[in-house]
């Protein structure tokens, strides 16, 4: 098992690399220049001042060279600074992934809260009408997009129900515990609402699959109450993959919650990612991709390690 | 009883026609066990229509037909889902709009899928050295943030490399969002084939002396089919919101071509007084999607023999 | 770049009379609201400084009093749509990183900005100097600081007087390349410090709006000297204006406290500022709606709304001073710089009151007996009054024609030009960086040239990487392009768009008459004079059509203000960012 976790480790190394340097040349080879951002209103500096702006933000060496360097840097945690505020990288994204983070989790528990009930039920009774109610109520969560949805409720609380309106600014839940869930319970709703349904379908077909199997048979044959059948053996098997989806789930999050953050003005990391993006913000584009990167193959790696740990037939060697 | 040149013939005669007959039964049981997914297939069939011919769903009318004294109506009998800002009709617009979605999804999946069975089907069938390398590529391609590639890629790719053709906005978002779905389903992909693999018909086709260019297509295939088309039919409502999304934040689709997404985006600022520039379009993402992934699990329930009822 | 300013700004002024300009907006800022600022030729230099916000002797008197019952205290809650994107005043161009220096920042001069003091009466007068003196020549100005100009309580300046090594630090700060002023000011020889309370700029060609340069929020800030290794500027403001620096949270808000200390005696009224980090529309009016935030800006689309639904909003419209044009590509085969008919016939074929309405709801409001303007641009913007000569007036002459919409005019003249029906013509703009009324007017010029019968292919085009470089700055495309011209302080600059040479001659445009036109304005003294030759400019512009002005930003832009924010006629100052100098310390909450 430990050799399996370290083969693992090391394996996420490459992989990581091979991500980053992806990141790096695309951004790298947009027609735009950051130079002609920067230089203000007028933009069209002289030869002389573009050269100095470039040697500044080190864009003067080649891409290997800037990629070495950069990685260098990273490895040491020190992710620079931001080449459009001036502003320490590192120190915006420990602001900003707690509160990506605490959405993400929140909209997890949504999600589980719709798809765990809506799948068993759905699975017990297979093409019946409560099966193609809950199927139906929880794909259409899914479909509904969820910048039209927010939008739509902030737009209405603020003509016809003052009180439905999120809070001006977002606070930490350190801060205020009440005011930020009254901000972050709305998005999370949506987001969670969105994930459902993949969850449901997935808590489905694996509780179908447990449901055909000899023992749950077994068990009824011995006369246990439907209930007990369910509880004690179905449900503990069937949840084991789940807790698979669910770990895969974080990352989408984490790039999804892009447009959320922007209806609701919550700081999170999406927001600062599109910012950046927009304005050509190299050390921020790169640091939030190895972050999220790292977030991903982390998750992965857990995901798969608690996998084992629920289900005894799973070893790795 | 000897058997005959004649009874022969009738013999095949009636197999032929049983096959015709077992797939209209087929059908029949389809649309009778799974409404949902029947449901979901005729709004599919309607909206793939609507891609390829629009005019006839919109009666000749054009999208882009302005009036500017005729801006932001309700819904009435002329305009059955009204006017838009610029006087344009908009169940026309929803109805052009379809095309862009459309054409989206079906090429985020064509193009996913492609590459999804390419590496999945040869990563899993030679394995060895060749294997490793694939996978880990794949494994970049898994880890790489989603919406974060897809936006730097709609975004950085606008030429070919070393020519000046530009790349359509279109083409970026399919070839970004299929490569990300590829990755994912290539590994479920490469499991189907691993297992076909090491099926015994296979080992007896081999010792006959089959190519494996055989193998792969007559075993194979069949096996990794199923998933793909229910993974596909999914993949379509995903690859539909992303668009709808990358509109939102203004990567997406340009204008004056009518998208979905877009029309919500430029809805924001009318919500209150003009609420149906923008639930009209969000009615038509909700269908689509819906119809898609209903369809998907019907096709997944038939198709995959773990999961039948009790019939 | 540095000899065309020359030209441009060749005017000699004596010591008492100059013309006064207005500030200028950031390039391709999204939809400001900016106003035409009028000319000031009378005696009009009371150059000694204010205490009050009375003005010089040129503007309407206004009673003091009007401050009588101000209750001081309170919050006052602002919003911004996005992060500046850096609170160093020099670190970034744009007018978020602009607007936000104002708070804690100073400049040397600023506009009057006061209780009744109309558009047409602001000029500069002094903040952190105290008065200023011009040599004969016009070519060396001297300024003075005040005594008693202070930075904040707040280390490491502790609270200590402002004297010309800091200006020394904040000028070396503007001539920095990576800050992009530089070109902004290229008419200054060099910069002098005689002692510690006076600075002496040389001047390359004497320039009339030396003062306006001064008080342009785009270009002098004065920052402590500390502010280079002593603290530093990208994640803490100090400076010597009326708020201290609080904090900022990113993407969350800013938060500033009132300067006790600030030399304007008694204000700020209000306690501290609170601006919210919002960058959706519908959650901005929301916020509003429920009184978290002071004041909005509002749709014309909502306007009537905003105005039931919430109780006492008091109502703000402003014309910005931008002109939308048109554009064409330079190629001498190209059919319309054979044909002068092709131009014509496309501008009247664009239905500007059509534009307007769609972009602007000039009907709605009309009906609703809100005043709202629905002028027409004319090459100079219908937002800068002074100088604006309207299209439909009987002045314009021959040129009228071509702005009136006349469809069935407009098809004769093409073909009369000889117009190839099936000839495919691009037609491209931005359609990522300006906003709503800007795109959709964008789109409403397709159908309208192709109701005239040119066949159109658009192409949107990516701001940063395509359009302001290529098709904008370089005139590098082909076909019709559609964008907002630059802004400029003063109607030389638009009139500048048919100099050949100029940097925003995006066509190319050499024309005998306009060019002598150009030049006789540019070094006129007289006001009343060089507005007659801007009157002639349009109506011989008009008649050639080398750029179609349509109507985005020629209508009027809306901002509202909560019953209980006192804003007493005092609104902010059209091109000029520093409204936090300029204009909320003057402003109160009454409860």
């Given at each position: 098992?430990?050799?399996y976790?370290?083969?693992?480790?090391?394996?996420?190394i490459p992989t990581l690399l091979g991500?980053?340097?992806?990141?790096f040349i695309l951004i790298?080879?947009?027609p735009?220049?950051?130079?002609?951002?920067?230089?203000?209103?007028?933009?069209?500096?002289?030869?002389?001042?573009?050269?100095?702006?470039?040697e500044e933000?080190?864009l003067d060496q080649?891409?290997?060279?800037q990629?070495v360097?950069?990685?260098s840097?990273?490895?040491?945690?020190?992710?620079?600074?931001?080449?459009v505020s001036?502003?320490?990288?590192g120190?915006e994204l420990?602001?900003?992934l707690?509160?990506?983070?605490?959405l993400?989790a929140l909209?997890?528990l949504?999600?589980?809260c719709i798809?765990?009930?809506?799948g068993i039920?759905?699975?017990?009774?297979q093409d019946?009408a409560a099966?193609?109610?809950?199927r139906?109520?929880?794909i259409?969560l899914?479909?509904?997009?969820g910048?039209?949805l927010g939008?739509i409720?902030?737009?209405m609380a603020?003509?016809?129900f003052t009180?439905?309106v999120?809070?001006?600014?977002?606070?930490?839940?350190?801060?205020?515990?009440?005011?930020?869930i009254?901000?972050?319970a709305v998005p999370?709703f949506?987001?969670g609402a969105?994930l459902s349904?993949?969850?449901?379908?997935?808590t489905r077909?694996?509780?179908l699959e447990?449901l055909?199997?000899d023992y749950i048979r077994t068990?009824q044959a011995?006369?246990?109450?439907?209930r007990?059948?369910?509880v004690?053996?179905?449900m503990?098997n069937?949840?084991?993959p789940?807790?698979?989806?669910?770990?895969?789930?974080?990352p989408i999050?984490?790039?999804?919650s892009?447009?959320?953050?922007?209806?609701y003005?919550i700081p999170?990391m999406?927001r600062?990612?599109?910012?950046?993006?927009?304005q050509?913000?190299y050390?921020?584009?790169?640091?939030i991709?190895i972050?999220v990167?790292c977030?991903v193959?982390?998750?992965n790696?857990?995901?798969?390690l608690?996998y084992?740990v629920?289900?005894?037939?799973?070893?790795?060697? | 009883?000897?058997v005959?040149s004649?009874?022969l013939?009738?013999?095949a005669?009636?197999?032929?026609?049983t096959?015709?007959?077992?797939?209209?039964?087929?059908?029949?049981q389809?649309?009778?066990h799974k409404?949902?997914?029947?449901?979901g297939?005729?709004?599919?069939i309607v909206?793939?229509l609507?891609?390829?011919?629009?005019?006839?769903f919109?009666?000749?009318?054009s999208?882009?037909?302005?009036?500017?004294s005729?801006?932001l109506?309700?819904?009435s009998g002329?305009?059955?889902f009204?006017t838009?800002?610029?006087g344009?009709d908009?169940?026309t617009?929803?109805?052009?709009?379809?095309?862009t979605s459309i054409?989206i999804?079906?090429?985020v999946?064509f193009v996913g899928?492609?590459?999804a069975?390419?590496?999945g089907?040869?990563s899993g069938?030679?394995?060895g050295w060749?294997?490793t390398?694939?996978?880990r590529?794949?494994?970049?391609?898994?880890?790489?943030p989603g919406l974060i590639?897809?936006i730097?890629f709609?975004t950085?790719v606008?030429?070919?490399p070393f020519?000046h053709t530009?790349?359509?906005t279109?083409m970026a978002?399919?070839?970004?969002?299929g490569l990300?779905i590829a990755?994912?389903?290539?590994?479920v992909i490469r499991?189907?084939?691993?297992?076909?693999?090491?099926?015994q018909?296979?080992?007896a086709a081999?010792v006959?002396?089959a190519?494996?260019?055989?193998?792969?297509?007559?075993?194979?295939?069949?096996?990794?089919f199923?998933?793909?088309?229910v993974g596909?039919s999914i993949q379509?409502?995903g690859?539909?919101?992303?668009e709808?999304s990358?509109?939102?934040?203004?990567?997406?689709?340009q204008p004056p071509?009518?998208?979905?997404g877009?029309?919500?985006?430029?809805a924001?600022?009318f919500l209150?007084n003009?609420?149906?520039?923008?639930?009209f379009p969000?009615?038509?993402?909700?269908?689509?999607v819906?119809?898609?992934?209903m369809?998907?699990?019907?096709?997944r329930?038939?198709?995959?023999?773990?999961?039948r009822?009790?019939? | 770049?540095?000899?065309y300013?020359d030209?441009y700004?060749?005017t000699?002024?004596?010591?008492?009379r100059?013309l006064?300009?207005?500030g200028v907006a950031?390039?391709?800022?999204?939809?400001?609201?900016l106003?035409?600022?009028?000319?000031d030729?009378s005696?009009?230099n009371?150059l000694?400084?204010?205490a009050t916000p009375t003005?010089?002797?040129?503007a309407?008197p206004t009673?003091v009093?009007?401050?009588?019952?101000?209750?001081r205290g309170g919050?006052f809650?602002?919003?911004t749509?996005?992060?500046?994107?850096s609170i160093?005043?020099?670190?970034?161009?744009?007018f978020q990183?602009?607007?936000l220096?104002s708070?804690t920042?100073?400049?040397?001069?600023?506009?009057?900005?006061?209780p009744?003091?109309k558009v047409?009466d602001?000029?500069?007068v002094?903040d952190?100097a105290?008065k200023?003196?011009v040599s004969a020549?016009g070519?060396?100005?001297?300024i003075t600081?005040?005594?008693?100009?202070?930075?904040h309580?707040?280390a490491?300046?502790n609270?200590?007087a402002?004297?010309?090594?800091?200006?020394?630090?904040?000028?070396?700060?503007?001539m920095?390349?990576?800050s992009?002023?530089?070109?902004?000011?290229?008419f200054?020889?060099?910069?002098?410090?005689p002692?510690?309370?006076?600075?002496?700029f040389?001047?390359?060609?004497?320039?009339?709006?030396?003062?306006d340069a001064?008080s342009?929020?785009?270009?002098f800030f004065?920052?402590p000297?500390?502010?280079?290794?002593?603290?530093d500027?990208a994640?803490?403001?100090i400076g010597?204006g009326?708020?201290?620096?609080?904090?900022y949270t990113p993407s969350v808000s800013?938060?500033?406290?009132?300067?006790?200390?600030?030399?304007?005696?008694?204000f700020?009224?209000?306690?501290a500022?609170n601006i919210?980090?919002?960058p959706?529309?519908?959650?901005?009016?929301a916020?509003?709606?429920?009184?978290n935030?002071?004041?909005v800006?509002?749709?014309?689309?909502?306007l009537i709304?905003v105005?039931n639904?919430?109780k006492?909003?008091?109502?703000?419209?402003?014309?910005?001073q931008l002109i939308?044009?048109l554009f064409f590509?330079s190629?001498?085969?190209s059919l319309?710089?054979k044909?002068?008919?092709?131009k014509?016939?496309?501008?009247?074929?664009?239905?500007?009151d059509g534009?307007?309405?769609?972009?602007?709801?000039?009907k709605k409001?009309?009906?609703?007996g809100?005043?709202?303007?629905?002028d027409w641009n004319n090459?100079?913007?219908?937002?800068l009054?002074?100088?604006?000569?309207?299209?439909k007036?009987?002045?314009?002459g021959?040129g009228?024609?071509n702005?009136k919409?006349?469809?069935t005019a407009?098809?004769?003249l093409?073909?009369?030009?000889?117009?190839?029906?099936?000839t495919?013509v691009?037609?491209?703009y931005?359609?990522n960086?300006?906003?709503?009324?800007?795109?959709?007017i964008g789109?409403?010029?397709?159908?309208?040239?192709?109701?005239?019968g040119?066949?159109?292919k658009?192409?949107?085009?990516?701001?940063?990487s395509?359009y302001?470089?290529?098709?904008?700055d370089?005139?590098?495309?082909s076909?019709?392009?559609?964008?907002?011209?630059?802004?400029f302080?003063?109607?030389g600059g638009y009139?500048a768009?048919?100099l050949?040479?100029?940097?925003?001659?995006h066509?190319?445009?050499?024309?005998?008459e306009?060019?002598?036109?150009?030049?006789?304005?540019?070094?006129e003294?007289?006001?009343?004079?060089?507005?007659?030759?801007f009157k002639q400019?349009?109506?011989?512009?008009?008649?050639?059509?080398?750029?179609?002005p349509?109507?985005a930003g020629a209508?009027?832009?809306?901002?509202g203000y909560r019953d209980?924010?006192?804003?007493n006629?005092i609104h902010t100052?059209?091109?000029?960012y520093?409204g936090?100098t300029e204009v909320?310390?003057?402003w109160?909450k009454?409860q």
């Amino acid at each position: 098992m430990q050799r399996y976790i370290i083969r693992r480790l090391l394996l996420m190394i490459p992989t990581l690399l091979g991500v980053t340097f992806v990141v790096f040349i695309l951004i790298r080879s947009v027609p735009g220049d950051v130079i002609d951002l920067i230089g203000g209103a007028f933009g069209a500096a002289t030869p002389e001042q573009r050269a100095a702006l470039k040697e500044e933000f080190g864009l003067d060496q080649n891409i290997p060279t800037q990629y070495v360097k950069w990685m260098s840097h990273t490895a040491r945690l020190d992710f620079g600074k931001s080449i459009v505020s001036g502003r320490a990288v590192g120190d915006e994204l420990k602001n900003r992934l707690p509160v990506t983070l605490e959405l993400s989790a929140l909209a997890i528990l949504v999600s589980l809260c719709i798809a765990l009930p809506v799948g068993i039920i759905s699975a017990i009774r297979q093409d019946s009408a409560a099966d193609y109610l809950g199927r139906s109520f929880a794909i259409g969560l899914l479909a509904i997009p969820g910048f039209w949805l927010g939008t739509i409720l902030i737009a209405m609380a603020g003509r016809y129900f003052t009180w439905g309106v999120p809070p001006t600014q977002y606070v930490g839940f350190a801060d205020d515990p009440i005011r930020n869930i009254k901000l972050m319970a709305v998005p999370a709703f949506i987001l969670g609402a969105g994930l459902s349904g993949g969850v449901m379908r997935f808590t489905r077909s694996t509780m179908l699959e447990v449901l055909r199997q000899d023992y749950i048979r077994t068990a009824q044959a011995k006369g246990l109450r439907e209930r007990v059948i369910l509880v004690r053996h179905a449900m503990r098997n069937a949840l084991i993959p789940v807790v698979t989806v669910i770990g895969l789930q974080l990352p989408i999050l984490v790039g999804g919650s892009v447009i959320i953050e922007q209806v609701y003005s919550i700081p999170g990391m999406g927001r600062y990612y599109i910012a950046a993006v927009n304005q050509h913000d190299y050390p921020v584009i790169q640091a939030i991709n190895i972050l999220v990167a790292c977030v991903v193959v982390f998750t992965n790696l857990g995901v798969d390690l608690l996998y084992s740990v629920l289900d005894p037939r799973i070893r790795y060697g | 009883m000897t058997v005959d040149s004649q009874t022969l013939e009738q013999f095949a005669l009636r197999e032929r026609a049983t096959a015709r007959q077992r797939y209209t039964r087929a059908l029949a049981q389809f649309v009778r066990h799974k409404p949902l997914g029947t449901f979901g297939a005729a709004i599919v069939i309607v909206l793939i229509l609507m891609a390829l011919v629009p005019s006839a769903f919109s009666f000749g009318t054009s999208p882009d037909a302005q009036v500017l004294s005729n801006r932001l109506q309700g819904p009435s009998g002329g305009h059955w889902f009204g006017t838009d800002q610029l006087g344009r009709d908009l169940y026309t617009r929803i109805v052009y709009g379809a095309r862009t979605s459309i054409i989206i999804g079906f090429g985020v999946v064509f193009v996913g899928s492609t590459i999804a069975a390419i590496l999945g089907i040869s990563s899993g069938y030679m394995g060895g050295w060749f294997d490793t390398v694939v996978q880990r590529l794949v494994d970049i391609g898994i880890a790489m943030p989603g919406l974060i590639f897809i936006i730097l890629f709609v975004t950085s790719v606008k030429e070919v490399p070393f020519s000046h053709t530009e790349i359509p906005t279109t083409m970026a978002i399919v070839m970004s969002v299929g490569l990300l779905i590829a990755t994912g389903s290539s590994r479920v992909i490469r499991g189907a084939a691993i297992a076909t693999k090491q099926n015994q018909y296979v080992e007896a086709a081999r010792v006959v002396g089959a190519t494996d260019a055989r193998i792969i297509i007559r075993h194979v295939l069949p096996n990794v089919f199923a998933v793909m088309l229910v993974g596909a039919s999914i993949q379509i409502g995903g690859a539909i919101l992303i668009e709808s999304s990358l509109s939102f934040l203004g990567y997406g689709v340009q204008p004056p071509t009518a998208s979905w997404g877009r029309m919500i985006t430029e809805a924001q600022q009318f919500l209150v007084n003009y609420p149906h520039l923008a639930i009209f379009p969000g009615l038509a993402i909700f269908f689509t999607v819906y119809s898609f992934n209903m369809l998907g699990d019907a096709l997944r329930d038939v198709l995959d023999p773990r999961l039948r009822g009790s019939r | 770049m540095a000899e065309y300013w020359d030209r441009y700004w060749r005017t000699r002024s004596n010591r008492r009379r100059f013309l006064g300009g207005v500030g200028v907006a950031s390039a391709g800022a999204a939809g400001l609201a900016l106003v035409g600022c009028g000319d000031d030729d009378s005696g009009g230099n009371n150059l000694s400084g204010l205490a009050t916000p009375t003005s010089g002797a040129n503007a309407t008197p206004t009673p003091v009093d009007v401050f009588a019952n101000a209750k001081r205290g309170g919050t006052f809650n602002t919003f911004t749509t996005g992060d500046a994107p850096s609170i160093d005043p020099y670190g970034n161009g744009s007018f978020q990183t602009k607007a936000l220096a104002s708070y804690t920042y100073s400049r040397l001069f600023k506009y009057n900005a006061g209780p009744g003091v109309k558009v047409a009466d602001l000029k500069p007068v002094p903040d952190l100097a105290e008065k200023a003196e011009v040599s004969a020549d016009g070519m060396t100005w001297t300024i003075t600081l005040r005594k008693d100009a202070k930075f904040h309580n707040v280390a490491p300046v502790n609270g200590r007087a402002v004297n010309t090594d800091d200006l020394k630090y904040s000028w070396s700060r503007v001539m920095d390349p990576k800050s992009g002023v530089a070109t902004r000011v290229p008419f200054i020889d060099g910069v002098s410090y005689p002692d510690a309370s006076t600075v002496v700029f040389k001047l390359k060609t004497p320039y009339a709006a030396f003062l306006d340069a001064l008080s342009d929020t785009n270009v002098f800030f004065i920052m402590p000297k500390e502010a280079d290794g002593g603290f530093d500027p990208a994640t803490k403001m100090i400076g010597s204006g009326p708020w201290i620096f609080d904090s900022y949270t990113p993407s969350v808000s800013y938060k500033f406290k009132k300067n006790p200390d600030w030399w304007v005696k008694g204000f700020p009224l209000m306690d501290a500022t609170n601006i919210s980090i919002i960058p959706q529309y519908a959650n901005q009016i929301a916020q509003f709606q429920t009184g978290n935030l002071d004041t909005v800006g509002i749709t014309a689309d909502d306007l009537i709304n905003v105005k039931n639904q919430v109780k006492g909003v008091q109502l703000y419209g402003e014309v910005s001073q931008l002109i939308s044009i048109l554009f064409f590509d330079s190629d001498p085969a190209s059919l319309w710089n054979k044909d002068p008919r092709i131009k014509q016939a496309i501008s009247m074929a664009i239905d500007r009151d059509g534009l307007t309405d769609l972009g602007y709801q000039t009907k709605k409001l009309t009906a609703a007996g809100i005043n709202v303007r629905g002028d027409w641009n004319n090459i100079i913007p219908a937002g800068l009054v002074k100088y604006w000569l309207d299209p439909k007036s009987p002045d314009m002459g021959d040129g009228a024609k071509n702005f009136k919409f006349d469809l069935t005019a407009a098809k004769a003249l093409l073909s009369a030009a000889g117009w190839n029906a099936n000839t495919e013509v691009t037609y491209q703009y931005s359609a990522n960086i300006y906003g709503a009324t800007f795109n959709a007017i964008g789109e409403a010029h397709i159908a309208m040239l192709n109701a005239l019968g040119i066949k159109t292919k658009t192409e949107t085009q990516d701001y940063a990487s395509k359009y302001k470089p290529q098709t904008f700055d370089k005139g590098n495309f082909s076909g019709i392009a559609y964008g907002y011209e630059t802004p400029f302080p003063e109607a030389g600059g638009y009139a500048a768009m048919f100099l050949p040479g100029a940097a925003n001659n995006h066509s190319k445009i050499s024309d005998a008459e306009l060019t002598d036109l150009w030049t006789k304005q540019a070094s006129e003294l007289d006001g009343e004079k060089r507005k007659a030759l801007f009157k002639q400019i349009q109506i011989a512009h008009g008649k050639k059509m080398y750029y179609i002005p349509t109507q985005a930003g020629a209508g009027t832009g809306w901002t509202g203000y909560r019953d209980w924010l006192q804003v007493n006629d005092i609104h902010t100052v059209p091109g000029s960012y520093g409204g936090a100098t300029e204009v909320t310390p003057f402003w109160w909450k009454s409860q």
